[in-house]
């Protein structure tokens, strides 16, 4: 009897674990959509067709007074929506493990940047100001809410599994952005036919990303659960006090430091690619918004077959391997895209498909390998660093793209210029030893990793 009663719980344990994945899927199907329609594919050339309409006779806009070429405007934005990341997300992550209660915070998060998406409807005119102070406020929300999600991983996953998970999320989440963008596109393509103009239609995707945002965070609202993990005694510590412990605890494990310093290179180069190539496409390239839409939505289709299959070939050859293999493939398709030819959207199409095929797995196995780096207890704060490795510090690459175009004029020399990013990364992660990261974390390593 008790044999079976020790079975049942086991089953019983299983099933919620199982309810409990099946919910966290569902954050990325929702916070994806913004991902995709709004910073990878209309945000940009539409950002920087205000600016353009708002500046001057040499091609400069002044926020707050200083000029900015239009053209560059909206890589400072991210950059901008970067830096008020770095502020909040150690305090969303300090606050989670020190009150157990990460699905308020999560909620905050998921729905004051849903309402920034959602008012992006009202960008139109010459609202430059408007459309870069709403890209900050989502960016930021955004980020603080993907630390909340991201430290559930381990909780809800276990060692064996978490490889598998973690692409399944990144595999749902590119999912909705191709299944939503099918719909942009119809919209886009079609707004005569809807009776609207092309700007308004674009305003139209921008804003329903903010509402699918938020109708599908219900889900994970619903079947994620809080835990109280954090040390007797430490309820009242404040969360900068918090913080600074784990910042100090940090410091005693030198080889997660090692891991995200080499996260924070590769994945500044996976991100500005993301927030830049519609820029590129647009701009450089001379391609429309329909033909860069057909492209963002190949690489979303492609990325969830990437994600499962790179989740795959780490069961086979560990995810250390898998990544370092990823990292070749972005330097080498980065590389050619600064080839393409102008007015050539096939050639486009190969470099989307490309990047397709490494972007979810390279950013999927990256979380599942460091949440093997996290000493138990210390979820949320151990992954507001790496968030701030994911988003948070990813502003030196729409830095230093911005840059380049404003001193050289092209968008070439621009996209080139990450492919530092990539190949950097390699070097760092490759002189890290994982096993042994995971031992110091106190925590079991796997068979393979």
Known sequence: MGTDTVRTEATDEAVERRREQHGWYMYDWACSVYSTSVLTVFLGPYLTSVAKAAADADGFVHPLGIPVRAGSFFAYAV????????????????????TGRKKPLLAIAAYVG???????????????????????????????????????????????????????????????????????????????????????????CLASAGVWWGAFTLVPLKRLRDRRTAPAGTASTPGWRQLAATVRDMRGKPLT?????????????IQTVI???????????????????????????????????????????GAKRT??????????TLAAGYFLPAGAPAWFFVLAAGIGLVLGGSQALSRSLFSHLVPSGKEAEY???????????????????????????????AIISLVAFFAIGFVLLARVPVRQAIRDAGNPVPDRI
């Open 114 to 204: 849903a309402a920034a998406t959602t008012g992006m409807f009202f960008l139109a005119g010459d609202r430059y100001l408007l459309g870069g102070l709403l890209l900050v406020v989502a960016n930021a929300s955004v980020a603080v809410s993907m630390v909340l999600y991201n430290s559930y991983l381990p909780q809800i996953a276990a060692p064996e599994e978490r490889d598998a998970v973690s692409s399944r999320g990144w595999a749902f989440g590119y999912a909705a952005g191709a299944l939503v963008l099918v719909a942009n596109l119809v919209l886009f393509t079609a707004h005569d036919s809807f009776g609207v103009s092309e700007s308004t239609a674009v305003r139209i």
């Open 79 to 98: 950059s901008a929506s970067v830096i008020v990341s770095i502020v909040v997300m150690p305090m969303a992550g300090a606050a989670a493990d020190r």
């Open 257 to 269: 430091l090692s891991f995200l310093l080499a996260y924070l290179v590769y994945n500044d180069g």
């Open 323 to 332: 990544i370092l293999g990823s990292l070749v493939a972005w330097t080498v």
């Open 275 to 317: 927030s830049q190539a519609s820029i590129y496409g647009s701009e450089e390239l001379g391609l429309g918004q329909s033909t860069l839409i057909v492209a963002v939505l190949l690489v979303q289709v492609l990325a969830v077959g990437g994600a499962l299959g790179m989740g795959r070939l780490a069961r086979r050859y």
């Open 383 to 413: 992954f507001s660093a790496y968030e701030m490795s994911d988003r948070g510090m990813s502003w030196l690459g729409p830095l230093l793209f911005g840059l380049t175009y404003q001193l050289t004029g092209s968008y070439r020399d």
